[in-house]
T-cell receptor
């Protein structure tokens, strides 16, 4: 079983729909990242979370440390949101945070006009 | 925000040649740089961690003599794929970290070995 699991793997939505992508992990973490990868391959860091909730524009990310679960929400989705969304965690390690990430498999989102 | 510039974005080479990929942190000093590879429709896989001025730390199964990493300055890390073979064809991407927390990714390099 992967240490970081995302669901769904693939998601198709109509423009304007509210979208949720889930991430569950099985290790102790110091932080969780949500990343966006466009078809060209470039990756953008959307959020880094260690607790609670963050919002940026139409994107909202939440994390529940006790349940080892995080969600990424997109409100009023738009075709330009079409991308692969990746959840990644930084494993909690003795001696400080190394910054190394464990990645989920990614969720491919397609938003249709 | 901070930017990591990665070059080249795409390279096609013959089997047996070596290919160098550069990652530069443009407006911050990246004490640590991570190198990943990604096969089609698969997740990123960490290859190695490079720290400025010291030897890179390679992940299990990654050949250090095959994938040479140099992090000679706080703003430049390079990955050289030596004697490339078709099975090395992949998407390679780097990321830099400011404080071992916030991560900034390069735009990636698509390597095709003929």
């Amino acid at each position: 079983k992967n240490e970081v699991e995302q669901s769904p793997q693939n998601l198709t939505a109509q423009e304007g729909e509210f979208i949720t992508i889930n991430c569950s992990y099985s290790v102790g973490i110091s932080a969780l990242h949500w990343l966006q990868q466009h078809p060209g391959g470039g990756i953008v860091s959307l959020f880094m979370l260690s607790s609670g909730k963050k919002k940026h524009g139409r994107l909202i990310a939440t994390i529940n440390i006790q349940e080892k679960h995080s969600s990424l929400h997109i409100t009023a989705s738009h075709p330009r949101d079409s991308a692969v969304y990746i959840c990644a965690v930084q494993r909690l390690q003795l001696g400080g945070n190394t910054g190394k990430l464990i990645f989920g498999q990614g969720t491919t989102l397609q938003v249709k006009p | 925000g901070a930017v990591v510039s990665q070059h080249p974005s795409r390279v096609i080479c013959k089997s047996g040649t070596s290919v160098k990929i550069e990652c530069r942190s443009l407006d911050f000093q990246a004490t640590t740089m991570f190198w990943y590879r990604q096969f089609p429709k698969q997740s990123l896989m960490l290859m190695a961690t490079s720290n400025e001025g010291s030897k890179a730390t390679y992940e299990q199964g990654v050949e250090k003599d095959k994938f040479l990493i140099n992090h000679a300055s706080l703003t430049l890390s390079t990955l050289t794929v030596t004697s490339a073979h078709p099975e090395d064809s992949s998407f390679y991407i780097c990321s830099g970290t400011l404080t071992n927390e916030k991560l900034f990714f390069g735009s990636g390099t698509q390597l095709s070995v003929l």
